[in-house]
């Protein structure tokens, strides 16, 4: 075997290394992280809000994400109406991305986009 084909087998045996990893990973999660996202995409809008006033929230009826609770250490994910977010004083608002702050935050609160045409 040539020095180069030496070398494109490591390159190849690396890569599929990295790659089983990355499956690896992925299957620990159970899919939460893929859920994470789905919920950001049906978000317009992300709020990092105290624990108590998210946990108002769901006692006045808004169902929590199941996602939140599959994260480590545990977090309440909520959709609300902006209207609804507006009355919480403490209410910061984040991009809507997987980021630090979001990843952070021991409480979420997320305002979907309205219903219309393309949003069914």
Excluded: C, D
Excluded at 25 to 38: D, E, I, K, N, S
Excluded at 63 to 78: F, K, T
Excluded at 92 to 110: F, N, T, W
């Amino acid at each position: 075997m040539t020095p180069a084909q030496e070398r494109r087998l490591r390159e190849m045996r690396s890569r599929v290394l990295v790659r089983s990893y990355e499956y690896r990973q992925r299957r620990h999660a159970r899919g939460a992280w893929y859920r994470l996202r789905q919920a950001l995409a049906l978000a317009k809008e992300a709020y990092l809000v105290p624990r108590s006033e998210a946990e108002k929230l769901v006692a006045e009826g808004h169902r929590p994400e199941p996602v939140g609770g599959e994260l480590e250490p545990s977090r309440i994910i909520v959709f609300v109406p902006a209207a609804r977010v507006a009355r919480i004083a403490a209410a910061r608002p984040v991009a809507v991305r997987l980021s630090a702050e979001v990843l952070g935050a021991e409480a979420l609160a997320l305002v979907p986009f309205p219903p219309g045409p393309g949003n069914a």
